[in-house]
C-alpha cells in the first residue's frame, strides 16, 4: 500500500530543551527531563532532578499530555510519550520535544520511530562519530510514510497490544535485578556508608591491569558469518552485557587478538554522558573474535585480590557507588566527560570476606538462569513484533 512520505517538520512542531547554565542561576527550580528517563514509549520519573526555569521560559521547555519526548544523545532517537502526570515537568537540551499536529498520531510516530531505530534507518539523520546525535536540524527533516488518521490509530493499536506483552516481559527482568539489588543490600549494606564495617582497600590494589580499548573505522553494520568485530558503547551502557551491539571490522583492516573480549571479563565504560558514564557489566558469555572499543575499560583482577568479580560488579554499580565514581569524570566544557584509570585506581573498594561474596554469586546465578530464560521469551517476542512492525508499517495488517 501507498502511503505519501512527509517529513517531520510538515506534521509536527519541535523544540529542543534547555541547557543548564550554572553561571545563570535564575528562576524557580522546577524538575526536568534527562536523557535517563526516556524510555521506549514511558517516561521514568523516578530520578528526576530540579534546574531553574523563569518565567518566560515555562511555555518554552514545558510538557503537556501527549507530548513526544525524543534523545538527542547516547541512544539518540529513543522515544517516549509525556502522560501529563507532573504538570511542571520540564526538558533539557538532551530531550527534543515533538508536539505532533492533527494529522499525526503519537504513538503511531514513536512506533515508526522505534522500528527505524532497532533496523538502523535513522544512521542517516545523526551526526557524529562514536557517539551518535540526533540534532533539530536532522530530526525534522526525518521522513517516513504517513497513513490516513484512522489508520494511524489502527496500527497504533495492534502494535501496543503487542508492545504489552513485551512489557510484560522487561518488568520481571527488572523484577529479577531488584531482587539482586536487595540481596546485595542484606548481605552487605550500603557500599558507600559501610554500615558492617567491611575492610576498605583501593581499587589500584586488587587490580593486575586496566586493559584499554582500540576503535579502528568499522563498516556500518553489525559482524556476521564469524567476522572480527569492535562492540560499541550500547554493549555494556546499561550495566548488562549486549553483544549484540557491534560494529563489523573491515576485511582490510588487522584485528588485534589480544582486545577480543572473553567470558569473566567486567567491561567498564570510561567515557559518556554525565548519567550513563560508569556502566560495568559482566561478561558472562559472548561470541568470538568481538573486540574491546576505545570508550570501555576491562579490569583485570590481580591474581592474589581477595575479591570474587559476580561481587565486584554489583558493587559498582550500587547506585550510591557508582554516583561517588562518577563524580570522577572529567572534561571540557560540552565534551563527553572521562574518567582515567589513574582516578579510577583511587576508587575505594569494599572486601567482606571472600566466602560471603562467593555465596552471594551463588546467588546472583541462579536468579541468572531465570534470567535467562526469561531472556529467551523476551527475544521470541522481540521477533514477532519486528515481523508484525514491517507488516504494518508496508500496509499488511
Known amino acids: 500500500m501507498s502511503w505519501p512520505i512527509v517529513q517531520l517538520s510538515d506534521v509536527a512542531e519541535q523544540c529542543l530543551g534547555k541547557m543548564l547554565d550554572k553561571q545563570k542561576n535564575k528562576g524557580t527550580p522546577m524538575p526536568y527531563l534527562r536523557n535517563p528517563n526516556v524510555r521506549w514509549f514511558e517516561v521514568d520519573t523516578s530520578d528526576l532532578q530540579m534546574m531553574p526555569f523563569e518565567d518566560h521560559e515555562h511555555d518554552r521547555f514545558g510538557l503537556k499530555e501527549g507530548d513526544i519526548v525524543i534523545c538527542e544523545g547516547g541512544e539518540a532517537g529513543r522515544a517516549a510519550i509525556w502522560d501529563g502526570r507532573l504538570p511542571d515537568l520540564k526538558f533539557q537540551k538532551a ?58 490509530k489502527r496500527i497504533a493499536e495492534i502494535l501496543d497490544r503487542a508492545e504489552a506483552l513485551r512489557a510484560k516481559r522487561r518488568a520481571a527482568l527488572a523484577l529479577l535485578d531488584e531482587l539482586t539489588q536487595s540481596i546485595f543490600l542484606d548481605m552487605f549494606g550500603d557500599p558507600v556508608s559501610n554500615p558492617m564495617g567491611w575492610k576498605r582497600v583501593k581499587f589500584g590494589d ?124 572529567g572534561g571540557s566544557s560540552g565534551s563527553m566527560p572521562n574518567i582515567s584509570k589513574a582516578k579510577l585506581k583511587t576508587v575505594v573498594i569494599e572486601l567482606p570476606p571472600l566466602k560471603l561474596q562467593k555465596t552471594f554469586a551463588a546467588r546472583v546465578k541462579g536468579i541468572e538462569e531465570i534470567r535467562e530464560s526469561l531472556r529467551e521469551s523476551t527475544r521470541s517476542l522481540d521477533q514477532l513484533f519486528a515481523s508484525l512492525q514491517h507488516r504494518a508499517f508496508r500496509g499488511e495488517l
Open 206 to 329: 586488587i587490580l593486575e591491569n586496566i586493559d584499554s580499548g582500540w576503535s579502528p573505522k568499522c563498516l556500518d553494520r553489525p559482524v556476521r558469518n564469524g567476522e572480527w568485530g569492535v562492540l560499541k558503547l550500547g554493549a555494556v551502557t546499561w550495566c548488562e552485557y549486549d553483544p549484540s551491539e557491534n560494529k563489523a571490522l573491515p576485511p582490510d583492516v588487522e584485528h588485534r587478538p589480544e582486545l577480543e573480549v572473553r567470558p569473566g571479563d567486567l567491561l567498564f565504560t570510561r567515557k559518556n554522558t554525565y548519567h550513563l558514564v560508569a556502566a560495568c557489566a559482566l561478561v558472562r558469555d559472548t561470541p568470538p573474535r568481538l573486540m574491546l572499543p576505545d570508550l570501555v575499560f576491562r579490569f583485570r583482577l590481580a591474581n592474589d585480590a581477595e575479591i570474587d568479580s559476580v561481587f565486584l560488579q554489583r558493587l559498582l554499580v550500587h547506585p550510591a557507588k557508582r554516583r561517588t565514581i562518577q563524580k570522577l569524570a
Open 95 to 152: 530531550i527534543h520535544r515533538v508536539r505532533p499536529k492533527s494529522q499525526l498520531h503519537n504513538r503511531y510516530f514513536v512506533h515508526r520511530l522505534m522500528a527505524d531505530y532497532h533496523a538502523g534507518r535513522l544512521n542517516d539523520y545523526y551526526t557524529g562519530t562514536t557517539i551518535k546525535h540526533f540534532t533539530g536540524k536532522n530530526l525534522k527533516r526525518y521522513r517516513f510514510p504517513l497513513p490516513p488518521l484512522s489508520e494511524q
